[in-house]
């Protein structure tokens, strides 16, 4: 898998957001998004405070369905097999077994690092005792965790400082083997240092998993996406190559919100 | 600084020490009464609490009297409460909380709730007296007292439930369905252990209430005078388990008190304060459990 960033012939898309609105009740917060969002790549969304990004990324989980008066429209169709994961015939939770999440605050159990862990195996049905060792072990080497924690996997999570948490989160998403990762700002809760090591988490994941990573620092979407969406109340104004956003864009908007005249 | 706001600083300094002290006063008066109260119980009563007053039956006569078939009655309707309120509770508080859409009925719902709540208990004794004894049949028995009893306590089981759950953070759960969690699933993995200690406070906050009651036992049929224990609920012999003495007429501690009391004789009035001390002993050990158990979960669950 190569990450280079070139404009040329579109990568193959993991899901493709079609026509997307999206109503908090009466308000609505997304109009008429469409994007491709490219397998084994990282994506960013990038744009000021409310103007979406966030909704958008929660719609990939059907995360808004836990709350009433949400209302979709138009479809986001996952790749393979092109299942709209936004039909009303379509289990949210089914999707959630594909697709994975991190959110913006650390928000680990209050159990065992372990058991943090291996939750998503729990909940499929896995109990043998080796199997979720190994799978834990695997995770939380994958989230950079394991030489932190190997020693005290029964102790609280709640022990771990904020960065480690986040990786145990990591850990507890990478645990199942998600098609897709979502992160939702994922590093607005920590310091300099637990931010280089998540983005150094999320450049090595891409070989594997199609990560959507939605942040609010720019120099973080330029360091480690392929592809930028820039939105703008409640709009996707612009897509395209990372570095095509950053230096070229084709909106006025886009311009000056990546020059830092507004936002 | 100018002088004006230095004097008012002073003024608002020195108001922020005399609220303090009111409140320290207002504090130390109230456990000055709790003491007092308990002195003046223990100064009647101490002398009389041995282990043949804990192991004998009432009697005419003030100095072989005990309290025997009160406290195991009480123990016997408590768990009969406990059976029937807690479970119900929880699971009625889990429901509203997690499950039940918001809408008018709903709403409605906990409106009345938080009304039974307040709703007097004799209130509860009628309702018992109508559908317990006379409606089902149950006749004046342990199992009528302790319903009517779990009556009493569920709205407040209930409310307690509900607020430990809501105490946990949204993010918590939508950490558990982001791995593909289900409603049961979130709920039984995470909304009630992490609650657990809230439930648990105020189960026991209101079964130490149930523990005081005595109107409605009272016009439930409670017996004042009564001289034999239910049948033991375990037997020697297969099956082992015994419910029998849910049949059983009954009394309690509140109410042994009280027919002491209102007995023209002095000695009598000693056992009730005897009887009175075992009681508040009682409730204040299972307060203390409760404040143990909020305390330990509390150092458990951080987040």
């Given at each position: 898998m190569t990450a280079t960033k070139t404009a040329v012939p579109a990568p193959p898309a993991k899901a493709e957001i079609r026509a997307l609105d999206f109503f908090y009740g009466t308000k609505q917060a997304l109009k008429s998004v469409s994007m491709s969002v490219p397998d084994r790549k990282v994506t960013a969304l990038i744009g000021p405070s409310g103007c979406g990004k966030t909704t958008l990324l929660r719609c990939f989980n059907r995360m808004h369905d836990l709350y009433p008066g949400n209302r979709y429209q138009g479809s986001i169709v996952l790749q393979p097999h092109g299942i709209d994961i936004l039909a009303k015939d379509v289990d949210p939770i089914e999707i959630r077994m594909r697709i994975n999440m991190v959110f913006q605050k650390p928000?680990?159990?209050?159990?065992?690092?372990?058991?943090?862990?291996?939750y998503g195996l729990r909940v499929r049905g896995i109990s043998n005792r080796s199997e979720l060792e190994g799978k834990a072990e695997k995770a939380l080497r994958d989230a950079a965790l394991w030489d932190e924690v190997k020693d005290r996997l029964h102790g609280n999570a709640y022990d771990l400082s904020g960065g480690q948490q986040q990786r145990l989160c990591l850990g507890r998403a990478l645990a199942t083997d998600p098609e897709m990762l979502l992160f939702d700002e994922p590093t607005s809760a920590l310091d300099p240092i637990a931010t280089s090591r998540i983005e150094e988490l999320v450049k090595e994941l891409k070989s594997r998993v199609t990560i959507l990573i939605v942040t609010h620092n720019m120099q973080q979407a330029a360091r480690i996406s392929d592809i930028t969406g820039f939105m703008y109340m409640g709009e996707l104004i612009e897509t395209g190559p990372t570095e095509k956003i950053f230096t070229t864009p084709d909106d006025r908007r886009t311009q000056d919100y990546v020059t830092g005249r507004f936002g | 600084?100018?002088?004006?706001?230095?004097?008012?600083?002073?003024?608002?300094?020195?108001?922020?020490?005399?609220?303090?002290?009111?409140?320290?006063?207002?504090?130390?008066?109230?456990?000055?009464?709790?003491?007092?109260?308990?002195?003046?119980?223990?100064?009647?009563?101490?002398?009389?609490?041995?282990?043949?007053?804990?192991?004998?039956?009432?009697?005419?006569?003030?100095?072989?009297?005990?309290?025997?078939?009160?406290?195991?009655?009480?123990?016997?309707?408590?768990?009969?409460?406990?059976?029937?309120?807690?479970?119900?509770?929880?699971?009625?508080?889990?429901?509203?909380?997690?499950?039940?859409?918001?809408?008018?009925?709903?709403?409605?719902?906990?409106?009345?709730?938080?009304?039974?709540?307040?709703?007097?208990?004799?209130?509860?004794?009628?309702?018992?007296?109508?559908?317990?004894?006379?409606?089902?049949?149950?006749?004046?028995?342990?199992?009528?007292?302790?319903?009517?009893?779990?009556?009493?306590?569920?709205?407040?089981?209930?409310i307690t439930t509900r607020e430990a759950i809501r105490a946990i953070p949204q993010s918590i759960r939508e950490a558990a369905y982001?791995?593909?969690?289900?409603?049961?699933?979130?709920?039984?993995?995470?909304?009630?252990?992490?609650?657990?200690?809230?439930?648990?406070t105020g189960v026991i906050i209101g079964l130490s209430r149930a523990f005081g009651e005595t109107a409605p036992l009272i016009t439930v049929g409670a017996l004042t005078f009564i001289a034999f224990l239910p049948p033991a609920p375990v037997t020697p012999a297969a099956p082992f388990?015994?419910?029998?003495?849910?049949?059983?007429?009954?009394?309690?501690?509140?109410?042994?008190?009280?027919?002491?009391?209102?007995?023209?004789?002095?000695?009598?009035?000693?056992?009730?304060?005897?009887?009175?001390?075992?009681?508040?002993?009682?409730?204040?050990?299972?307060?203390?459990?409760?404040?143990?158990?909020?305390?330990?979960?509390r150092k458990r669950i951080r987040w």
């Amino acid at each position: 898998m190569t990450a280079t960033k070139t404009a040329v012939p579109a990568p193959p898309a993991k899901a493709e957001i079609r026509a997307l609105d999206f109503f908090y009740g009466t308000k609505q917060a997304l109009k008429s998004v469409s994007m491709s969002v490219p397998d084994r790549k990282v994506t960013a969304l990038i744009g000021p405070s409310g103007c979406g990004k966030t909704t958008l990324l929660r719609c990939f989980n059907r995360m808004h369905d836990l709350y009433p008066g949400n209302r979709y429209q138009g479809s986001i169709v996952l790749q393979p097999h092109g299942i709209d994961i936004l039909a009303k015939d379509v289990d949210p939770i089914e999707i959630r077994m594909r697709i994975n999440m991190v959110f913006q605050k650390p928000n680990p159990f209050p159990k065992s690092i372990f058991e943090n862990v291996v939750y998503g195996l729990r909940v499929r049905g896995i109990s043998n005792r080796s199997e979720l060792e190994g799978k834990a072990e695997k995770a939380l080497r994958d989230a950079a965790l394991w030489d932190e924690v190997k020693d005290r996997l029964h102790g609280n999570a709640y022990d771990l400082s904020g960065g480690q948490q986040q990786r145990l989160c990591l850990g507890r998403a990478l645990a199942t083997d998600p098609e897709m990762l979502l992160f939702d700002e994922p590093t607005s809760a920590l310091d300099p240092i637990a931010t280089s090591r998540i983005e150094e988490l999320v450049k090595e994941l891409k070989s594997r998993v199609t990560i959507l990573i939605v942040t609010h620092n720019m120099q973080q979407a330029a360091r480690i996406s392929d592809i930028t969406g820039f939105m703008y109340m409640g709009e996707l104004i612009e897509t395209g190559p990372t570095e095509k956003i950053f230096t070229t864009p084709d909106d006025r908007r886009t311009q000056d919100y990546v020059t830092g005249r507004f936002g | 600084m100018n002088e004006a706001l230095r004097r008012r600083l002073r003024r608002a300094k020195a108001f922020d020490k005399a609220f303090g002290v009111m409140g320290l006063l207002l504090t130390a008066a109230a456990i000055v009464c709790l003491g007092a109260l308990l002195w003046d119980l223990a100064k009647d009563g101490l002398a009389i609490i041995d282990l043949s007053f804990l192991s004998s039956f009432p009697s005419r006569n003030a100095g072989k009297a005990g309290i025997l078939s009160a406290w195991v009655g009480s123990l016997l309707v408590l768990f009969v409460t406990a059976c029937s309120a807690v479970p119900l509770g929880v699971a009625a508080g889990v429901y509203l909380e997690e499950y039940a859409p918001k809408n008018k009925l709903t709403t409605l719902i906990e409106i009345n709730i938080a009304n039974l709540a307040g709703v007097p208990s004799i209130v509860y004794g009628l309702l018992a007296l109508g559908v317990f004894v006379y409606r089902l049949g149950l006749g004046p028995s342990v199992q009528t007292a302790g319903l009517t009893l779990a009556l009493l306590i569920l709205p407040m089981v209930i409310i307690t439930t509900r607020e430990a759950i809501r105490a946990i953070p949204q993010s918590i759960r939508e950490a558990a369905y982001a791995v593909g969690a289900t409603k049961w699933q979130v709920t039984r993995d995470h909304v009630v252990p992490y609650s657990m200690g809230g439930i648990i406070t105020g189960v026991i906050i209101g079964l130490s209430r149930a523990f005081g009651e005595t109107a409605p036992l009272i016009t439930v049929g409670a017996l004042t005078f009564i001289a034999f224990l239910p049948p033991a609920p375990v037997t020697p012999a297969a099956p082992f388990v015994n419910f029998d003495w849910l049949r059983s007429p009954f009394t309690v501690l509140p109410i042994q008190m009280f027919n002491w009391v209102s007995r023209p004789q002095a000695a009598f009035h000693l056992n009730a304060a005897a009887a009175g001390l075992v009681l508040m002993g009682l409730a204040l050990s299972m307060n203390a459990v409760g404040i143990a158990v909020r305390y330990r979960h509390r150092k458990r669950i951080r987040w």
